[in-house]
């Protein structure tokens, strides 16, 4: 089964699992529901059901906005509800969100906006900054400030340069992100701030999904406003505001997957998702494999795509598969095919003005006697002794 979003306006919202009454939040004799309890996707499968890696795919243009029940909204497996969803988007941006610590017993309306942003002229240059606040564990507001994030520069609510000035962008960005992390930022939303577009999530629904504008259109920024004034369990040793609003950055295609937290810095701590190859492609020949060569695949690859239909001669016996990706310092990787671990080789590329290390595999595909193959490609990245949630790659040839 293979669901495919075309373009135009799509909601959805899950049912109730049967027998769970929303109006005390109990399932089936008075019991509360358990991780074990049905638990239905908003599109796609619900829980204790489950359907092919990237069998949802959505096209470009595509417009989704889905609340759920379950675990994700939009998903393609009900089996383990702690499995980020492989899903495939076509040039799309998504935010895939859920919030079992903030559930509440009445329906609520969640509103994205724009960031707020304003030129202001700092340490002699003018520059655009976007408007973020200070939480709060006791819900009062705090202190409002202004980030510049092309010169790291944060400015207090009266504009003054609130974080010193050092010789590298790398030292001003670690001093910014720990004034972050310490006073817990996320944007700043009042009555100026310009709506996007909203989504109605239900009496004790715990999962959102929606697609995101175009940067180009509404900046690739966005705060989304949670209503918080009624909720089931709430976070011990803090007390809530009437509204949290949560940071989403959006700049480039892809999937986001998070829960939202209070009070955290932006609120949100994303899903820990291995990292995308930056080259994905299928050669006639072996002696291919770079990252300007285009073969099969060639510029459809897109870090946000992961199933693609490759066809090969008719007359050939052998194509070869080759993937590739930057070697980041501590992050360990392993890649099989169809179950079987692949030898990840390294080798020096420049990629743009920039010499960096690649690390790579090729995979040679066995067409002897047979007109088509399905291959499915796993990599799972590890680091610092956490394991990433793997992602999947679809291939038939």
């Known amino acids: ?151 790291f520069l944060l400015l207090d609510e009266n504009k003054h340069l609130l974080t010193p000035l050092t010789n590298t962008d790398a030292q001003n960005q670690a001093i910014v992100k720990e004034c972050f992390e310490e006073k817990s930022l996320t944007l700043y939303v009042d009555k100026n701030s310009k709506k996007i577009e909203t989504v109605l999530a239900l009496k004790h629904f715990k999962s959102i999904a929606m697609t995101l504008p175009d940067p180009a259109l509404h900046g690739g920024i966005y705060a989304l406003e949670i209503p918080s004034t009624q909720i089931l369990n709430p976070p011990q040793g803090v007390t809530l505001p009437d509204k949290i609003h949560v940071t989403i950055s959006a700049l480039s295609e892809g999937n986001i997957w998070g829960s939202i937290t209070y009070p955290v810095s932006n609120n949100l701590k994303l899903d820990a998702v291995s990292a995308s190859f930056g080259k994905l492609d299928v050669y006639p020949n072996a002696n291919q494999g ?60 420049t990629i743009g003005d920039e010499t960096v290390s690649v690390n790579w595999f090729r995979y040679t595909v066995d067409m002897t006697s047979t007109n088509q193959r399905v291959l499915q490609l796993e990599k799972t990245d590890t680091n610092g002794g956490l394991t990433a949630h793997s992602i999947i790659y679809k291939i038939p040839t």
């Open 1 to 151: 089964m293979t669901i495919r979003l075309s373009g135009g306006n799509i909601t959805s919202h899950s049912g109730y699992p049967d027998g769970f009454n929303p109006g005390n939040g109990t399932y089936r004799n008075g019991k509360a529901l358990s991780d074990s309890d049905p638990t239905p996707a908003g599109i796609g499968a619900g829980n204790k059901s489950k359907m092919a890696e990237h069998s949802i795919v959505i096209a470009k243009g595509t417009n989704i906005i889905a609340a759920s029940f379950g675990h994700y909204s939009i998903t393609e497996n009900g089996l383990n509800q702690s499995q980020v969803p492989n899903i495939s988007l076509e040039q799309c941006r998504m935010y895939n969100g859920r919030f079992p610590e903030l559930v509440s017993p009445d329906d609520r309306t969640f509103t994205l906006y724009e960031a707020q942003r304003e030129t202001i002229l700092s340490d002699g240059v003018q520059g655009e900054f976007i408007a973020f606040v200070e939480q709060k564990k006791d819900g009062t507001p705090g202190q409002k400030y202004y980030y510049d994030s092309d010169r």
């Open 290 to 349: 770079s990252a300007t060569d285009n073969g099969l695949i060639g510029t459809k690859y897109s870090e946000s795509m992961f199933a693609y239909s490759v066809y090969i001669e008719s007359d050939a016996t052998v194509a070869y598969l080759y993937g590739a990706f930057v070697n980041e310092g501590g992050v360990t990787c392993r890649i099989t095919i169809d179950g079987n671990v692949q030898t990840i080789s390294n080798k020096t590329e």
